[in-house]
């Protein structure tokens, strides 16, 4: 099986037909973040077909849910190197996309990738999410903020969840074993104004993985206190 595809058949498990377009788009930001992996740390995985599978159409399994809904703002936090938002945008141009990392290097790739591949109404902003959180052009202004990032639930949800205007959701991509993250992070989803709405279970295509989305309702505005200075949510989780 070629690697194009790959794409094509497991976007098609997905539920998603893919454009030429999209393909090619996929395929050039392929040879891009594998040229800047070279330079910078943006992923461990190197082969064409693991890309495929493990980053891209991981990305896109948040579209076998119904809650990303026609003309949403979103905001990644901590995208690395641009998943799950960039592959996100190529599928789904109505969007709208804040993808946000703590290192300027990825930042430089990310603005390249938006301009390489001609995207709009999405731009890559600098930065730590306990700073931006903070920010009332950030703050609560945003429909769904997704993380892919490597951190326990209630660390997230501190960075996410003030990004979150109330109605709006926070959905964490993880791995399958979610159970014990659930029941440790209750706590900190309640007192950022979050409740459990779903948690839907995910085999990624063409592969034997299943990871986990957790959908996490914004029912209350966050208090004030939240979040806390940078590096105090991981140091001190709530």
């Not at 290192?103 to 730590?128: M, P, S, T, Y």
């Not at 326990?152 to 949800?157: A, D, P, R, T, V």
């Amino acid at each position: 099986m070629s690697n194009i595809d790959t794409l094509i058949e497991g976007s098609r498990e997905l539920g998603i037909s893919l454009k030429a377009e999209e393909i090619e788009k996929f395929y050039k930001f392929k040879e891009l973040l594998k040229e800047w992996n070279k330079k910078i740390n943006l992923t461990a995985i190197e082969d064409d077909k693991e890309i495929d599978i493990k980053h891209f159409l991981d990305s896109l399994t948040l579209l076998k849910t119904d809650y990303i809904k026609d003309g949403y703002k979103i905001i990644d936090i901590g995208t690395g190197g641009g998943f799950p938002g960039i592959p996100l945008k190529i599928v789904r141009e109505d969007i709208e996309l804040v993808l946000m990392d703590s290192l300027q290097k990825r930042i430089k790739f990310l603005d390249l990738v938006i301009n390489e591949l001609e995207l709009d109404n999405i731009k890559a902003i600098h930065g730590r999410a306990e700073d931006f959180g903070r920010d009332k052009e950030y703050r609560e202004k945003f429909d769904i903020a997704v993380s892919r990032a490597v951190a326990s639930l209630n660390i997230l949800s501190e960075y996410c969840l003030p990004f979150v205007k109330v109605g709006g959701l926070f959905i964490a991509m993880k791995g399958p074993d979610v159970d014990a993250e659930l029941k440790e992070s209750e706590r900190a989803i309640r007192l950022l104004g979050g409740k459990v709405l779903d948690v839907i279970k995910i085999k990624l295509p063409l592969s034997d993985i299943t990871h986990t989305l957790i959908i996490i309702e914004k029912i209350n505005e966050t208090l004030t206190k939240y979040p806390r200075k940078a590096g105090k949510p991981k140091k001190n989780p709530l």
